[in-house]
């Protein structure tokens, strides 16, 4: 065969190829990925051992080259080696969305409260996550008002509060509060013009724009939108230039009326390297704090995650003991919990092997190193007896009025909460008592704690005061029974 017959042979299969590469990627990408990646890519031409890709503007090309260039390159080597060299150029001529793209996205819920077909979002987006919904919102006191603006925001046909601020540490919730928000507008306007976008990808594509002399398609691409979400808004903190060009372009959307959503860790008052203009710029929609979680919201959000994973894993069961001890000491963000609730999953081997205390304590070390520091049986019983009012001797006396009792089960609970003992060994600090007792004690405070928030509230009080309690006391000693207790047995 020839080498002209070869390139015929070669340039006229090189279709089906290209077919198998892009389905290979859609499987890889995701459709929403796929849509906005790779979808525009047009073979131009495969010929002389070279392939010739066309992309629809400077930044796609940059971008496809950044993200997906050495894969596309490596993936035309597996399938068709005779291929030795790919490029990437542009082709001016615009994208366009086929009508069925559109018809077909339905109006309809899922069970998240998400469209069921991926919605078309505006170029440069990041897609939108299925699991962040409404529906899979966790509600507790610190994220109640956040929830409430979000939804009154998302079911209003005009802007509300513009812009609207979501502040508050990582993984409490703002990012998932923003595309529950992508996701209602859409189910309610499928032909809404969204852009999801962190603060961080605005400003690479500001330099990109800057770097290709292309600024005027970014400031189009950034307006022609409805609605805009822009997270993490404090990365661009100091960088005056983006900060600029990001407060231009809200500035253009506000007065042409389309909703702003935007995210920080921080108030706007807070901001540094900000001029006075720009902060009331920022304030002069609503802002809402999103707080820390406490114990009955982080119970919640890990019993509803440990639900969902139930449904996907029939043999996994997180039990209430295992949750409680989770949510008491993984108390930082969201995030955490549910990346030690996979940890759990998959150390339990979908509840194969047993969660218990002992097994979170070993699965869990370094979700748990905040809590290094040793506590002890005997720093617990005088913390509660403080609390109480009462002697660390009544808590091991044979006493059951119900003025010591309580607070006896509290100790138990916390006991096996807050260290490594075992029930025989709490039993014995508490007056040589049966480990049956101590196990009473932690299912009674256990099931309280589940049915009375105020209840619940002041356990988590007690916990947080016996974690933070000083390892030296005023005068420099070392706090009662922290060192008589290292000296004890373990059992």
Aim: charge should be neutral.
């Amino acid at each position: 065969m020839t080498s002209q017959e070869n390139k015929s042979l070669t340039s006229d299969k090189f279709e089906g190829i290209w077919a198998r590469i892009r389905e290979r990627l859609r499987l890889e990408l995701g459709a929403q990925r796929f849509q906005y990646w790779v979808e525009p890519l047009r073979v131009v031409s495969a010929e002389d051992g070279r392939v010739v890709i066309a992309c629809t503007s400077r930044f796609e090309r940059d971008k496809v080259v950044e993200t997906q260039g050495e894969h596309i390159a490596n993936l035309i080597a597996e399938l068709a080696p005779e291929y030795g060299a790919v490029d990437f150029i542009v082709d001016s001529r615009p994208r366009v969305v086929a009508p069925a793209a559109v018809s077909s996205r339905a109006t309809t819920l899922d069970s998240l409260g998400a469209p069921p077909v991926e919605p078309v979002l505006a170029q440069g987006s990041i897609p939108l996550n299925r699991a962040y919904s409404f529906d899979s919102f966790v509600t507790g006191r610190s994220n109640q008002i956040a929830l409430q603006e979000a939804k009154r925001t998302a079911d209003s046909d005009v802007p509300v509060s513009n812009p609207l601020f979501f502040y508050g540490s990582t993984g409490l919730g703002k990012t998932h509060l923003m595309h529950a928000i992508a996701w209602r507008k859409l189910q309610r306007n499928p032909n809404l013009r969204v852009l999801l976008i962190t603060a961080e990808t605005f400003m690479r594509m500001f330099v990109t724009a800057i770097k290709s002399n292309d600024t005027l398609a970014f400031k189009n691409q950034m307006r022609n939108v409805d609605l805009i979400l822009v997270d993490d808004v404090h990365f661009i903190l100091g960088k005056e230039a983006t900060q600029e060009e990001l407060l231009a372009a809200l500035d253009w959307l506000s007065d042409n009326q389309k909703q702003i959503i935007l995210s920080a860790d921080r108030s706007p008052s807070l901001f540094e390297n900000i001029s006075d203009r720009a902060r009331s710029r920022l304030l002069k929609g609503a802002s809402v704090e999103i707080g820390a979680t406490d114990f009955e919201l982080r119970l919640a959000i890990l019993e509803s995650k440990a639900r969902t994973v139930s449904r996907e894993r029939p043999g996994f069961t997180l039990n209430t003991e295992a949750a409680h001890f989770m949510a008491q000491r993984i108390n930082t963000n969201t995030r955490e919990l549910e990346g030690a609730l996979n940890r759990v999953v998959m150390q339990s081997g979908d509840g194969a092997r047993p969660i218990t205390l002992e097994n979170l304590n070993v699965w869990l070390a370094d979700f748990l190193r905040a809590y290094d520091r040793r506590v002890t049986i005997e720093e617990i019983k005088k913390k509660v007896a403080d609390h109480y009012n009462l002697k660390t001797s009544d808590l091991e006396s044979p006493n059951r009025s119900r003025s010591i009792v309580r607070p006896r089960q509290i100790a138990m609970y916390l006991g096996r909460l807050l260290t490594p003992r075992s029930y025989p060994e709490i039993g014995r600090r508490f007056g040589n008592r049966d480990h049956t007792t101590v196990m009473h004690a932690v299912e009674t405070i256990t099931r309280l704690t589940s049915l009375d928030s105020s209840f619940a509230e002041e356990v988590e009080q007690l916990r947080l005061s016996i974690r933070n309690w000083p390892v030296e006391g005023p005068q420099g000693n070392v706090r009662p029974g922290a060192a008589t207790e290292e000296a004890q047995p373990q059992g």
